[in-house]
């Protein structure tokens, strides 16, 4: 039973566009919330989290919005670049410890030029 | 380059075989990690070093076995391995239990 769910295996958005990432999860007890970035040929790269204090938490091009009613989080980029197409994970934890990170399969993602 | 390098990039090996995955970070950090990526699975946590010592072991069977020297290094030792155990192996380091992860670029095992 998967516990963080990634339901778009792929996405395809317009260089300079918005590109929206969905992950949704099941566990009420998540409390803090993580997105990785990976390359192919290469380990996931971590590029933003948000506790469940908060409802949004912006990093640049990227922000990450949590609906914690609807368990519910999305990874913003904007605008997206060439250089963002990868897979993306989303990742949950109940303990604010990397012992209990749980991932989603990941959403690839594709910058069109 | 994260700081985190893995060996060897690829392996293929038989289900008698013995061999193993190294790890090695050069961040000063202190918690290690092995997770396993299937075809289309979530990573999954196999086990957690914290100060060298064993935090957790995620239900994996026993013909995987780690080894944590220091808190620099981790090996993964496999023997008698099945077909179903192909798949990419992620290391990854973090300061402490509760911080960001960073990955190593991973072992493609195929095992035949």
């Known amino acids: 039973d998967q516990q963080v769910k990634q339901n778009s295996p792929s996405l395809s958005v317009q260089e300079g566009r918005i590109s929206i990432l969905n992950c949704d999860y099941t566990n009420s007890m998540f409390d803090y919330f993580l997105w990785y970035k990976k390359y192919p040929a290469e380990g996931p790269t971590f590029l933003i989290s948000i506790s469940s204090i908060k409802d949004k938490n912006e990093d640049g091009r990227f922000t990450v919005f949590l609906n914690k009613s609807a368990k519910h989080l999305s990874l913003h980029i904007v605008p997206s670049q060439p250089g963002d197409s990868a897979v993306y994970f989303c990742?949950?934890?109940?303990?604010?410890?990397?012992?209990?990170?749980?991932f989603g399969t990941g959403t690839r993602l594709t910058i069109i030029p | 380059e994260t700081g985190v390098t893995q060996t060897p990039r690829h392996l293929v090996m038989g289900m008698t075989n013995k061999k193993s995955l190294k790890c090695e970070q050069h961040?000063?950090?202190?918690?290690m990690y092995w997770y396993k990526q299937s075809a289309k699975k979530p990573l999954e946590l196999m086990f957690v070093?914290?100060?060298?010592?064993?935090?957790e072991n995620n239900s994996v069977p026993s013909r995987f076995s780690p080894e944590c020297p220091n808190s620099s290094h981790l090996f993964l030792h496999l023997h008698t391995l099945q077909p179903e155990d192909s798949a990419l192996y992620l290391c990854a380091s973090s300061v402490a239990a509760n911080e960001k992860l960073f990955f190593g670029s991973g072992t493609q095992l195929s095992v035949l």
């Open positions: 070093y914290n100060f060298k010592e064993q935090t």
């Open positions: 990742a949950a934890s109940a303990e604010f410890g990397n012992e209990k990170l749980t």
């Open positions: 961040l000063g950090h202190n918690a």
